[in-house]
């Protein structure tokens, strides 16, 4: 069973930057995607980036693009989530989770919560 914790949500300012980690424990799988999600007060749970985590191909929604960088370190099974130019409307709960290679997504962490201020 695969466990997925997040960690490094907080309040910045508008224009700062934060970085979010997600670290897997417990089973682990070769041909995976990761990715973050994230859930602003009152609306839908939103893509934001996956990384497929053999290759480190990485997708992003329009939205982040050019501003949010995922990344992964496989030695600590740990992914990131660089958000720099943060807005307001950045803020949400993030949340990664793993797709084991069945096409969905399976685990999901707890999430963390970033609030931007203007």
């Known amino acids: 069973q695969v466990q997925l914790v997040e960690s490094g949500g907080g309040l910045v300012q508008a224009g700062g930057s934060l970085r979010l980690s997600c670290t897997a424990s417990?089973?682990?799988?070769?041909?995976?995607?990761m990715a973050w999600f994230r859930q602003a007060p009152g609306k839908e749970r939103e893509f934001v980036a996956v990384i497929w985590w053999r290759t480190s191909t990485t997708g992003y929604a329009d939205s982040v693009k050019g501003r949010f960088t995922i990344s992964r370190d496989n030695a600590k099974n740990t992914m990131y989530l660089q958000m720099n130019t943060l807005k307001p409307e950045d803020t949400a709960v993030y949340y990664c989770?793993?797709?084991?290679?069945?096409?969905?997504?399976?685990?999901w962490g707890q999430g963390t919560l970033v609030t931007v201020s203007s």
């Open positions: 417990g089973r682990t799988f070769s041909s995976v995607q």
């Open positions: 989770a793993l797709n084991p290679g069945t096409g969905n997504w399976e685990v």
